[in-house]
């Protein structure tokens, strides 16, 4: 909740987005994006209170990679997205026969989000101007995610520290990532962001490498290597495409 209520903040402090100008439609839409950013980042921190971090990461990417494998028009793509699809499970965590089914019943259901965001990221571009439709949307989850939010936070929320921590995941897990992608997905076709995607959890586990002290198995690295050739073949054979207009 204040991952994303505190992205609000920011992202209408600095872009201060318009109501009016907008059809109804137009507003549907960013109100439908609201929903998902909500959905999405809900189920996956339910998934992250179950299951560990690297497992409930690969599990939700089912999301991008069912996006990358439908749009995918040439069997050059397909080729990608089989690399990365090979090379995500090397990356999850041993022990998965341990999981608790819940945890990962909800990672995947945050991955059906994380499709359905790409999707209507997409769209938004092109209808708002800048970031303005993420701007709005994030107004529509951060309303959304209140309830839940303060239900389990309750008064610890109003704790600096936490405010603070908060403010720190909302500026780097939300307001720039999702406002890059929001530019990204105005210049790639979704099959081959879908395919990129395919880094996140290989950035994890290089994270865990440098920053926590994490030994690599060669399975993980082995997975590493095949996420990093998807993504770069993806990128290096993507059809060019000018910015998608604004309608």
Known sequence: MLRVSLA????????????????????????????????????????????????????EFVGPLGVAVIGSRRRLDLVWCLLAAGGIPLLAAPGGSG???AGVALALFAGMWWAIYILLS????????????????MVVAGVLTLPAGIAQGGSDLLDPVVLAAGLAVAVLSSVIPYSL?????????????????????????????IVL??????????????????????????PRRAPAPRD
């Open 99 to 101: 999981l608790n089914a």
């Open 181 to 209: 992608e929001l530019e990204a997905l105005r210049r790639l076709p979704a099959n081959v962001f879908g395919v990129l995607m395919s880094l996140e959890p290989a950035a994890a586990a290089i994270a865990g490498l």
């Open 8 to 59: 609000a903040v920011l992202l209408v402090a600095a872009w201060r987005p318009h109501v009016r100008g907008h059809s109804r439609g137009e507003l549907a839409l960013a109100a439908a994006f609201g929903v998902t950013l909500a959905a999405m980042n809900l189920s996956f921190y339910e998934s992250l209170a179950r299951i560990p971090l690297g497992v409930a990461v690969t599990c």
């Open 122 to 137: 997409v769209r938004v571009g092109r209808v708002f101007p800048g970031i303005e439709g993420l701007a709005l949307a």
């Open 213 to 238: 002290g994490q030994v690599l198995g060669a399975n993980e690295w082995a997975g590493m290597a095949l996420v990093i050739v998807a993504s770069a073949g993806a990128t290096r054979t993507a």
